[in-house]
Structures are given as structure tokens and as C-alpha cells.
């Protein structure tokens, strides 16, 4: 039963932590894009006007292949908010590391979470006009 507890309070606790990342608007009153339409770029395309700036952190996955495959899915989900169809890659790096511990009753710990190490991924936002 203990265990049950545990495991449930570690879903609960992780996906509480978790962050999708933040925007930082250059132009306001675009119309958000789907997040499956956003192109990723290493370049600059040619036209391409920046419309913000994009920081994304993973939100799941069991792997590093996982946890980086979800911060790029919410770089380009934060992207097409900000209403970019696509997003240039700037720098990949990984979250600070620490501990998150939490409460047990009698306020002695019950657990020691580990948190940091994570993908990061700051790109920026960009609306690529269609091609004529």
C-alpha cells in the first residue's frame, strides 16, 4: 500500500514540476499556428521575420531521446502560439540540477526526487511568408 502511495504521489509531484517554457512576443496579434505546421530550422530562412523569442523544457518521456523529443514538440507548440510557422534553433542545453523533497507525515521526508538534467531547448519564433 505504502509503495502505492509513493508511485502515486511521484506522478502527482513530477507532473506538477514540469514546465512547457516561456515566449518573450517581438510582434503581437498574429493567429497562433498549429504546432504540427511549424518547420525547424537551423538557419535563418531567407524572409523570415522573427516574431519571439522561445524557450521550451521537456514535459515527459522515459528516455533523454524522450524528454528531448518533448521539448521540441513544445518549442514548436510555444512557437505556433506565438503565431510562427517555424522556429530556429538557437541552443540546446539542460535544465540546473537539485532535489525536490517532499513531505511524509509528522512532517518527516518521504522522498528525495531528482530534478534538473533535463532538455532545453531557446529558439526563435519566426513567420516565413508563402512562396509565390
Same mark, same amino acid.
Given at each position: 500500500m505504502r509503495v502505492a502511495i509513493i508511485a502515486v504521489l511521484a506522478v502527482v509531484l513530477l507532473a506538477g514540476c514540469? /514546465? /512547457? $517554457? =516561456? &515566449?518573450?512576443?517581438?510582434k503581437s496579434g498574429l493567429p497562433p499556428v498549429p504546432a504540427n505546421q511549424v518547420q *525547424?530550422?537551423?538557419?535563418?530562412? @531567407?524572409?523570415?521575420?522573427? !516574431?519571439?523569442? &522561445?524557450? @521550451?523544457?521537456?514535459t515527459g518521456g522515459w528516455t533523454y531521446q524522450g524528454w528531448t523529443? =518533448?521539448? &521540441?514538440? #513544445?518549442?514548436?507548440a510555444l512557437a505556433g502560439k506565438a503565431g510562427g #510557422? $517555424? !522556429? &530556429?534553433m538557437q541552443r540546446m542545453g539542460q =535544465?540546473? =540540477? %537539485?532535489? *525536490?523533497?517532499t %513531505? %511524509? *507525515? $509528522? %512532517?518527516?521526508?518521504l522522498m528525495a526526487l531528482p530534478t534538473g538534467g533535463h532538455p532545453v531547448i531557446q529558439g526563435t519564433a !519566426?513567420? *516565413?511568408p508563402p512562396s509565390r
Open positions: 514540469d /514546465r /512547457r $517554457g =516561456s &515566449v518573450v512576443a517581438l *525547424i530550422y537551423t538557419e535563418m530562412p @531567407a524572409g523570415a521575420v522573427p !516574431v519571439a523569442i &522561445v524557450e @521550451a523544457q521537456t523529443d =518533448s521539448a &521540441v514538440a #513544445n518549442l514548436k #510557422n $517555424g !522556429v &530556429v =535544465s540546473p =540540477s %537539485g532535489a *525536490i523533497i %513531505g %511524509g *507525515i $509528522g %512532517g518527516q521526508p !519566426v513567420l *516565413i
